[in-house]
Structures are given as structure tokens and as C-alpha cells.
């Protein structure tokens, strides 16, 4: 399994951003499919999750900011982070969790100026 990230880049405080995971199979072979992210010197934590139904949580850090979602035809899900502040720059991680064991995908660095 693949999963291939895209979508960071440097953006100023208060921009957008739209971060974008594809799977190399169906993205319904997944139980949950997430994003984390690391920031330097800090644990990595997650961001926000969505079941194969649908439901979706997200770390309080992010919650009424961001929105997760999947596009199951095009075998891809979205964070799509509005309001970005500083602490948010971090490398950011898609995940996919199949019935047991965790997929990860290489980073994208979201950096967000001041």
C-alpha cells in the first residue's frame, strides 16, 4: 500500500490550505484513514480521522478550522485547513488502518508565517 501526500507549501497566517492523500489501492480496504502531523522538537499527534462511513473527529487544536473528507472514487482523502495559524507548521502524515496495522505516507511540510 501506497499512500502518496500533497497540497503543503508555505502560506501566511490566516490562509488556506488543501492537503490531499491517495491511496495506491481502494480506499474502502481502510477502516479509518487519517492525518497527523509533526511539528520540531514535539510528538507527532493526530489531526483529524474518518471512518469508512464517514464520521470524522479532529484534535481540538483544529476543530471548527478543518475539515476531513474522502472522495472514494478518486481513492483519496482531503484536510482542507482553513484559518492557519503558525503552530500549525508541521510535517504532516496521511494514514490509512486497515484491520490492524497503520499505513503511513512520506510527510508534506506546512509551514505557516506570521
Known amino acids: 500500500v501506497q499512500l502518496q501526500a500533497s497540497g503543503g507549501g508555505l502560506v501566511q497566517a490566516g490562509g488556506s490550505l488543501r492537503l490531499s492523500c491517495a491511496t495506491s489501492?481502494?480506499?474502502?480496504?481502510?477502516?479509518?484513514m487519517g492525518w497527523y502531523r509533526q511539528a520540531p522538537g514535539k510528538q507527532r499527534e493526530l489531526v483529524a480521522r474518518?471512518?469508512?462511513?464517514?464520521?470524522?473527529d479532529y484534535a481540538d487544536s483544529v476543530k471548527g478550522r478543518s475539515t476531513i473528507s474522502r472522495d472514494n472514487a478518486k481513492n483519496t482523502v482531503l484536510l482542507q485547513m482553513n484559518s492557519l495559524k503558525p503552530e500549525d507548521t508541521a510535517v504532516y502524515y496521511c494514514?490509512?488502518?486497515?484491520?490492524?496495522?497503520?499505513?503511513w505516507g512520506q510527510g508534506t511540510q506546512v509551514t505557516v508565517s506570521s
Open positions: 494514514t490509512a488502518d486497515p484491520l490492524t496495522g497503520r499505513y
Open positions: 489501492g481502494s480506499i474502502f480496504s481502510f477502516n479509518v
Open positions: 474518518i471512518t469508512r462511513g464517514g464520521a470524522a
